[in-house]
């Protein structure tokens, strides 16, 4: 069965980078992309970007272009998001989710709880 | 970016009750358009994709409708297990945006 497996929680000082991994497996990894979503204590999602895990091709969300990082890693089906000179407004919930094109995510991690804290 | 805006924000309902759920597009996103249900501590979990068509294992009393602009979810005969809040959400154009969600409380 399709399974997207993410790393821990993680708390993180301002102006320091977070990187969270997303294991896949149960489907070919370079037939679809990851997409990263996250969502703010009791609010709602947000979309960060995605990433063809095919080709490695990626779309950001404007607001994050200047310090957000995605990647992939095909030999173990894992892909990251990486986001630098975090602020405390950057405390979330993080999501991957499995995406094709333009489809919608059909199957999500469990989150990682990122704590942006002094 | 298109704006999503979802009405209700929060809907108390009883069990075996309709509950109806609207997003509205700020422009003509065709049928690009999928709901989500999300419970407290879990992720999201596709309902509807392309607004009106079933997801496998998704209970059949979730069914999507609309085009355009203005679309809708409807539950028909409310069990407790869907207190959540519900997601819209635009695949049409770069980027992908979501409603603000709606919750659905149990009365």
């Known amino acids: 069965q399709v399974q997207l497996v993410q790393s821990g929680a993680a708390v993180k000082k301002p102006g320091a980078s977070v990187k969270v991994s997303c294991k896949t497996s149960g489907y070919t990894f370079t037939n679809y992309d990851i997409g990263w979503v996250r969502q703010a204590p009791g609010q709602g999602l947000e979309y960060l970007g995605w990433i063809s895990d095919s080709n490695g091709n990626t779309n950001y969300a404007q607001k994050f272009q200047d310090r957000l990082i995605m990647t992939t890693d095909a030999s173990t089906t894992t892909a990251y998001m990486e986001l630098s000179s975090l602020r405390y407004d950057d405390t979330a919930v993080y999501y991957c989710?499995?995406?094709?094109?333009?489809?919608?995510?059909?199957?999500w991690g469990q989150g990682t709880l990122v704590t942006v804290s002094s | 970016d298109i704006v999503l805006t979802q009405s209700p924000n929060f809907q108390s309902v009883a069990p075996k009750e309709k509950v109806t759920i609207t997003c509205r597009a700020s422009q003509n996103i065709y049928t690009s358009l999928h709901w989500y249900q999300q419970k407290p501590g879990q992720s999201p979990k596709l309902l509807i994709k392309y607004a009106y068509q079933s997801i496998s294992g998704v209970p059949s009393r979730f069914t999507g409708s609309g085009s355009g602009t203005e679309f809708t979810l409807t539950i028909n005969s409310l069990e407790p297990e869907d207190a959540a809040t519900y997601y819209c959400?635009?695949?049409?154009?770069?980027?992908?945006?979501f409603g603000q969600g709606t919750r659905v409380e149990i009365k």
């Open positions: 959400h635009q695949s049409r154009s770069l980027p992908p945006t």
């Open positions: 989710a499995r995406v094709f094109g333009t489809d919608p995510f059909d199957f």
